[in-house]
């Protein structure tokens, strides 16, 4: 089975643009989450998507948004890119059973110059 | 809010020696509880959980932790490391009702020494 997929893993971006990345669940997953890791502030939740839904979220301001579509991949998006965003970030599926833990994948590290 | 507190940032020990990893959380209801581990370029990969049941829980490559309830805690362990236990470790609750969000820890960076 394979596991989960995030495009592309390295994105050098210039302050003020937007990006979007990418996350493939594995197969038979519903739910996905999005989470920010950097050195000071650790691993950091953004949001989940289950059944194309956002059923929670995290502290982030508006600029950081997502979506998911009806075969379970996951988009983020974030606009007006600042320096603090730069960060390694990671995304989880879960199956749709309670008591499951989360997999993650590989991560796609922004730069924000 | 749920926080979760790791109380070791770094850790440097010589393989063989046994490793013990704290991690408190603040949440008063039910909670399922992890322990992740990220080895250098890796991702993060699922080292034991905890759901209900046996407090005392084995996961991969040797470890194991404790559940506490009343005193809110799930610490790592592992009675003789190697070298490629290095990595960062942590740990992670979920509460219930809140979907698959995670609360992390702030990590701890343990070095085995070869």
């Known amino acids: 089975k394979a596991g989960v997929t995030q495009t592309p893993r390295y994105l050098i971006k210039t302050r003020g643009q937007q990006v979007t990345l990418s996350c493939s669940p594995i197969s038979g997953h519903r739910s996905v989450s999005w989470y920010q890791q950097t050195p000071g502030q650790g691993l950091q939740f953004l949001f989940e998507?289950?059944?194309?839904?956002?059923?929670n979220k995290g502290n982030f301001p508006g600029r950081f948004s997502g979506r998911q579509f009806s075969n379970s991949r996951s988009e983020m998006n974030v606009s007006t890119l600042e320096l603090g965003d730069s960060a390694l970030y990671l995304c989880?599926?879960?199956?749709?059973?309670?008591?499951?833990?989360?997999?993650f994948g590989q991560g796609t590290r922004l730069t924000v110059v | 809010a749920q926080s979760v507190s790791q109380h070791n940032h770094h850790v440097i020990l010589s393989e063989a020696a046994s490793l013990e990893l704290g991690c408190n959380y603040s949440?008063?209801?039910?909670?399922?509880l992890f322990w992740y581990v990220q080895y250098p370029g890796q991702h993060l990969q699922l080292l034991l959980k905890y759901f209900s049941g046996d407090p005392l829980v084995k996961g991969i490559k040797g470890f194991e932790a404790e559940f506490i309830k009343s005193k809110f805690s799930f610490n790592l362990r592992k009675p003789s490391v190697q070298w490629s236990d290095t990595a960062e470790y942590f740990c992670?609750?979920?509460?219930?009702?809140?979907?698959?969000?995670?609360?992390f820890g702030g990590g701890t960076r343990v070095l085995v020494k070869p």
């Open positions: 998507y289950f059944s194309e839904t956002q059923r």
């Open positions: 989880a599926s879960s199956p749709p059973r309670v008591n499951t833990e989360a997999f």
């Open positions: 992670a609750v979920k509460e219930e009702a809140a979907g698959n969000k995670l609360t």
């Open positions: 949440y008063g209801g039910t909670v399922n």
